[in-house]
Structures are given as C-alpha cells and as structure tokens.
C-alpha cells in the first residue's frame, strides 16, 4: 500500500507528549472510525472492510467501516488501509517528537482511483477540498485532552 500515489499530508502540533498523544490518537481513531454514519458510507460505496472488528485494544488487523489497521508501531505510527468501489488507500498518522516537549502528529493520505468513476471520485472528495478540510478537522481534535 505505501506504492500508492501520494494524495496529501496534514501536520498539526499537539501540546502533549508522545505517550499522551498517542493515547489520544488511539482513542480517536476508535471514536471517529466507529461512527453509524462511517458505517453508512462504508456500505454504500461498498467498502472492505464494512464493519467494526478484529483485535481489541487497537492492534494490527483491527477493523472500522473502510478502515483495517495495517501497522502500528506504539507511540510511533499507525498505518490504516481499506478499499471500495472508487478507490484504493492508506492513511498513516506518524508521531513526531519536538525538543520542546510537544510532538507533530502527520496524516498521510495515499489512493488510487482507478477508472472513470474513481476519476469523478477523486474530483468530488479530493478536488473540492472536503478531504482536507475533513483531515484538518481530524488533526485540529488532537491538541484537545
């Protein structure tokens, strides 16, 4: 999956630690990916995985509606990847530690969109700005305890 064409990276700097960011970054990912209407999504455009399972706490091969955890390195990097009908991707969120004290939290995101719905795909989420805004909002909800 890290083959995948790079789409965009997001950087935000947390007032934490690296072990209190990546307790929030767990915990986070959890709530945000555990949603009714990410399940929603998930089935209409047909994504695998299409529910919630796999191991508990978070570990390699967890699973959310569009999302498998495919790494995770603690307090380090965690490697997410799914499919659907429109695309291919990963989202790695890497932990980076300051010299002040504070970390940089990255998301990568990395797809394909293969096809001429993957085309129109890729114009209606990445073209109009409502994965970067969606990301942004994600990170920005890290600096908060």
Do not use: N
């Amino acid at each position: 999956m890290s083959l995948l064409p790079f789409v965009d990276e997001h950087v935000v700097v947390v007032d934490a630690g690296v072990e209190e960011t990546w307790r929030r970054m767990l915990v986070r990912v959890e709530q945000s990916l555990s949603t009714s209407g990410g399940a929603l999504y998930a089935r209409l455009v047909r994504a695998v995985p299409r529910r919630s399972g796999g191991v508990r706490p978070l570990g390699a091969g967890s699973e959310f509606p569009g999302f498998r955890v495919a790494r995770l390195v603690p307090e380090h990097e965690l490697a997410l990847e799914g499919r659907h009908r429109f695309s291919t991707y990963t989202l790695v969120l890497r932990i980076e530690e300051r010299s002040d004290g504070r970390c940089r939290l990255r998301a990568e995101t990395r797809a394909v969109f293969p096809g001429a719905a993957g085309r129109v795909y890729r114009a209606l989420v990445i073209g109009s700005g409502g994965h970067a805004l969606a990301m942004r909002r994600m990170l920005a909800g890290y600096r908060r305890p």
